[in-house]
């Protein structure tokens, strides 16, 4: 069964950046996706960032050109480094994966592989 533990969150002004990491049990790289999420207080949780398992990597253009999501194998880990904070960034976030492609998730049609775990939470101040 695999199971994501994230960390690195934390209060930073705008324009600030984090790391976030989320270490995976188990073998979740196998899988089509592994994506970044986000849920801000009253909205739904929306994935972010994703990395397949060919390596390849999508952003929605909320995070585009600020975000960069990366992945290391021999750890089981995956990284979002989050550049040029805003106040809108503001969310708990979470890690998983799931066995469609990036752009089908985007569209709703999702199969997440794991339960979500406690997330990290991102707290970006004016």
């Known amino acids: 069964q695999v199971q994501f533990v994230e960390s690195g969150g934390g209060l930073v002004q705008a324009g600030g950046s984090l790391r976030l990491s989320c270490a995976a049990s188990?073998?979740?790289?196998?899988?089509?996706?592994i994506g970044w999420y986000r849920q801000a207080p009253g909205k739904q949780r929306e994935l972010v960032a994703g990395?397949?398992?060919?390596?390849?990597?999508n952003y929605v253009d909320s995070v585009k050109g600020r975000f960069t999501i990366s992945r290391d194998n021999a750890k089981n880990t995956v990284y979002l480094q989050m550049n040029s904070l805003i106040p809108a960034d503001t969310a708990v976030y979470y890690c998983?994966?799931?066995?469609?492609?990036?752009?089908?998730?985007?569209?709703?049609?999702?199969?997440?592989?794991?339960?979500w775990g406690q997330g990290t939470q991102v707290t970006v101040s004016s």
């Open positions: 188990g073998s979740p790289f196998s899988f089509n996706t």
């Open positions: 990395i397949s398992n060919s390596g390849g990597t």
């Open positions: 998983n994966a799931d066995r469609f492609p990036f752009a089908a998730v985007i569209r709703g049609r999702t199969s997440l592989i794991a339960s």
